[in-house]
């Protein structure tokens, strides 16, 4: 295989660690400090996980670990969607089980959850290994999106790892996949399984965060790489200064990646999700307000501009977010009638005839091709696929008509092109930067320091990201400690709760200050491209969210 020079000088990049887990493996021994807890639900998260409830938060420091060097088989799985930085996971727990003990294996389940139902796997070694460190993507194992939610299936994940001797299971995946790996842990502990389960946070949509998971790994990557792109076309269009450029970004509910990437390139417009909940926003109003800031740029003769607009934005939405509710309820509960009608117009009509009448009033003022993508297949909860419906294409048509009603008015007399983009796979497996090629494999490396202490149902912590490596914090917090309930097909389940963003938070009340400057004035940033050698605060940066949250 065939790889590029870049490639060639990431190999030889040796990622940092935090102070204490350079030591001596064998003198690494964890540290427990207080009891946990959920922030709400406690008594029902309480009875579900009898066994992983309330346990320690845990640090590592100097001190003997007896049975670090025991012979262990490890495996892995990569769940879910891709994230910049999954190799770098996988190397940090292979390195770390070998200096433990060289006779120890890692066993690495294809395809995601459904190898290990499937008993399909490859032993990971340093000559299969080696080519992957530091490069992107999911593709030494695959991922996949199978849920293991069922008895039968916890039971299987059972017998394939003791029928190989595997006593610990790493799943490195997003908020539903290290649910998952709580369920399994607490089942595993009630059936008295020998079979332990951490988990690591991954997820470019950087929603799976609380105070000792201050980031998820790939976020730092995807915004950069976003960020690019974004500023590159906003040079173009400074450039060539006739063009309105929107531009969604990836982001299944949470804005943080919409928002990074406007403290990044100082857009004209970036719609925030949750600040559209709170000020309970039509989609009437959000379009009368993009049309104002365009109109506002063109009586400057400015008639281009740049707006982000994450994707998950539309769910936010009131009278959009109760329609996606109602059109779920039916489709779950009518879906044999549904699935029975082949022409798109009577799918439309069956729902449109269903709905209550506010719901049916946003539904008619949607252009088809977004009825269309609202009536999709549904995602494996049952629910709307957001990231199909092409929010870009909407809000530019309709800003286009309200400017069109504008200038019969008199109130407009600028002109009005736009473009339109989504920014997403671009992102998801893009080569990691420097922080996440070393958080990644800090994260592995203490993982397999969880498993060495004993410990099940944790998930793998490295803090005190903004300072150097070397500096960073190592441990773990019990996967309970994030969990709330949420409906899902109608049932409450416990998942682990989505990290919003904090509209009191330091990041976005640094944008809200910002953004009416950048709103008018031609303001762009262009980030260029990710760094991976020079001084440090070029190629080890870390996010502008990150540096804001710790006050740096």
């Not at 009630?190 to 998971?213: A, S």
């Not at 300072?467 to 996967?479: D, M, Y």
């Amino acid at each position: 295989m065939e790889i590029s020079p870049l490639q060639q000088l990431r190999h030889g990049y040796k990622p940092k660690l935090p102070k204490i887990l350079s030591e001596d493996i064998t003198t690494i021994a964890a540290v427990f400090g207080e009891k946990t807890a959920p922030k709400r639900d406690q008594d029902l998260i309480r009875a579900l996980f009898p066994h992983t409830y309330g346990k320690s938060r845990v640090s590592f420091a100097k001190g003997p670990n007896p049975a670090i060097g025991e012979k262990r088989n490890v495996a892995v799985i990569l769940s879910g969607g891709q994230a910049p930085g999954g190799h770098n996971v996988i190397s940090g727990i292979f390195d770390a089980l070998k200096a433990a003990n060289p006779e120890n294996l890692l066993y690495g389940f294809k395809g995601g959850p459904s190898g290990i139902l499937e008993d399909s796997y490859r032993i990971i070694d340093s000559e299969y290994l080696d080519p992957y460190r530091n490069t992107g993507g999911f593709d030494i194992i695959g991922s996949g999106r199978t849920k293991l939610e069922t008895l039968e299936q916890f039971e299987r994940c059972a017998e394939v790892c003791l029928s190989h001797d595997i006593s610990a299971l790493v799943i490195i995946g997003g908020d539903d996949s290290n649910t998952n790996a709580a369920v399994l842990a607490e089942y595993f502990l009630e059936k008295r399984h020998p079979i332990q389960v951490i988990g690591c946070p991954k997820t470019i949509d950087g929603d799976l965060k609380n105070e000792y998971i201050e980031i998820s790994f790939g976020f730092d990557t995807a915004t950069k790489t976003y960020s690019e792109l974004i500023g590159n076309i906003a040079r173009d269009s400074n450039s060539a200064k006739k063009y309105w450029h929107f531009i969604k970004v990836m982001g299944r509910s949470a804005s943080h990646i919409g928002l990074e990437c406007a403290l990044e390139t100082q857009p004209n417009i970036c719609l925030i999700g949750e600040e559209v909940a709170a000020r309970k926003q039509s989609l009437k109003s959000i379009v009368n307000e993009m049309a104002q800031i365009i109109s506002a740029r063109a009586d400057q003769g400015l008639n281009f501009g740049i707006a982000i607009i994450p994707e998950g934005v539309i769910e936010f939405i009131p009278e959009i977010k109760v329609l996606i509710s109602e059109v779920n309820d039916l489709l779950a509960r009518e879906s044999e009638a549904f699935n029975a009608l082949a022409k798109a117009n009577e799918k439309i009509d069956f729902v449109k005839d269903r709905l209550s009448e506010a719901s049916a009033e946003a539904f008619a003022i949607l252009p088809t091709s977004i009825k269309e993508q609202l009536l999709m297949d549904r995602d494996p909860h049952g629910n709307v696929q957001v990231s199909r419906i092409e929010t870009d294409k909407l809000l530019a048509e309709m800003v286009e008509s309200r400017l069109v009603k504008m200038k019969r008015e008199g109130t407009y007399k600028g002109k009005f092109s736009s473009m339109t983009h989504f920014f997403g796979y671009e992102g998801r497996c893009a080569f990691p930067t420097n922080f996440d090629s070393d958080y990644c494999y800090s994260l592995g490396y203490n993982a397999f320091l969880l498993i060495a202490s004993g410990l099940t149902g944790y998930m793998s912590s490295v803090t005190g990201l903004t300072k150097p490596a070397v500096e960073w914090n190592a441990g773990g917090i019990p996967i309970t400690m994030m969990m709330n309930m949420e409906v899902r097909h109608g049932e409450p389940k416990p998942v682990i709760e989505k990290a919003l963003v904090d509209l009191e938070g330091e990041p976005f009340k640094h944008f809200a200050r910002e953004r009416e400057t950048w709103a008018i004035e031609t303001a762009f940033v262009y980030p260029g491209a990710i760094q991976y050698f020079g001084p440090p605060e070029v190629s080890d940066r870390t996010t502008l969210t990150l540096a804001l949250e710790q006050g740096v």
